[in-house]
């Protein structure tokens, strides 16, 4: 569900097919993008609208686009991926669509979403996962006229790059490389063979938990703390269910396994959307209370002096002011 990933498990009408659940695979991460373009816009126009959204449209854009990657990148690896049907010694074209045995391959409807997939690829995924892994390298050139259009994309990338020591900006492309490597391993893997793919959980990740751990790759501690408890948790859970797969008691040990393991990864990540809040929160009755010691500590102007003492309690009374014309 945080990566977009609703599913379309439901028949919405009669007649709907793996086509049409495809197909609107690509319209979740689409609309929300969408939505917040939407926003961004009227910023320009609302100053109500500007209030609340566009001091941080750039890092609401980045986060959604990031959480949406996955999604999209599930959708197109599963769009472009096809079998062959052993059909004997027939000269019929024996290439399915993988998601659907009933579906030709690059013929008829899946022609169509074959090629929304491929341009999906080009013009947003290869893109994307290219600008994050050799940001760093093309910003220290962008002096040169062919990448100087990545200074524009600066606060874009900023929003990706702060939490990481300035050698290893280029940590969000590893990142999504990690993600594409693992979704090539679950779709290509024809078979659907859990073994599989638990034991590519485990090694894939391992290796990177331990050479993240080892280079440190960013700025505070708390960060890597919590990146790593992620990562050991989907270790332990792959672990655990690789192990126990063959018991009879397999179904229900790996449903309390993956309800704990998730329940817990859950609260973990709600303790963190709530300190965001009250980080945000803080912020703002800070600064609440800074414009009412503004407002309220302004220095009054001198009336009339007594005995060397200011006195400013018949301020505004005509008595004490200095007339304009003199006698």
């Not at 005995?307 to 009374?317: I, M, R």
Request: glycine share 4%; charged share 15%.
């Amino acid at each position: 569900w945080l990566n977009f990933n609703f599913g379309f498990e439901t028949c919405f009408y009669n007649g709907m097919n793996t086509i049409v659940k495809a197909w609107l695979q690509f319209v979740f991460p689409a609309y929300i993008l969408l939505l917040v373009g939407v926003f961004i816009y009227l910023s320009r126009w609302s100053s109500l609208v500007t209030r609340y959204f566009r001091r941080n449209a750039v890092a609401v854009l980045a986060t959604l686009i990031l959480l949406s990657y996955t999604k999209v990148l599930e959708t197109v690896i599963t769009v472009l991926a096809s079998t062959k049907l052993d059909i004997g010694n027939t000269t019929a074209n024996n290439s399915v669509w993988l998601a659907d045995g009933t579906v030709l391959y690059a013929q008829t409807t899946h022609a169509f979403l074959l090629a929304a997939g491929i341009i999906v690829t080009a013009t947003f995924l290869i893109p994307y996962t290219t600008i994050l892994l050799l940001a760093p390298w093309i910003q220290t050139r962008s002096h040169w006229k062919m990448f100087a259009w990545i200074n524009k994309l600066k606060p874009f990338l900023d929003t990706y790059q702060a939490p990481f020591k300035d050698q290893y900006r280029y940590w969000p492309g590893i990142l999504l490389m990690v993600r594409v490597v693992l979704y090539i391993v679950f779709i290509t893997n024809e078979g659907n063979s859990i073994n599989a793919n638990l034991l590519a959980i485990i090694l894939i990740l391992s290796f990177y938990s331990i050479i993240t751990s080892r280079l440190s790759v960013y700025k505070h501690w708390p960060l890597s703390v919590l990146e790593n408890y992620f990562l050991i948790n989907l270790i332990f859970l792959s672990t655990t269910l690789l192990y126990i797969k063959d018991s009879p008691s397999y179904n229900d040990d790996g449903k309390i396994l993956l309800s704990t393991s998730g329940g817990i990864s859950l609260v973990v990540s709600i303790c963190i959307i709530i300190y965001h809040l009250y980080v945000q929160i803080k912020d703002i009755k800070y600064f609440k209370s800074i414009s009412k010691i503004i407002k309220f500590n302004k220095p009054a102007i001198p009336v009339s002096i007594h005995d060397g003492f200011t006195d400013v309690s018949n301020y505004g009374s005509c008595e004490y002011r200095e007339p304009l014309l003199e006698d």
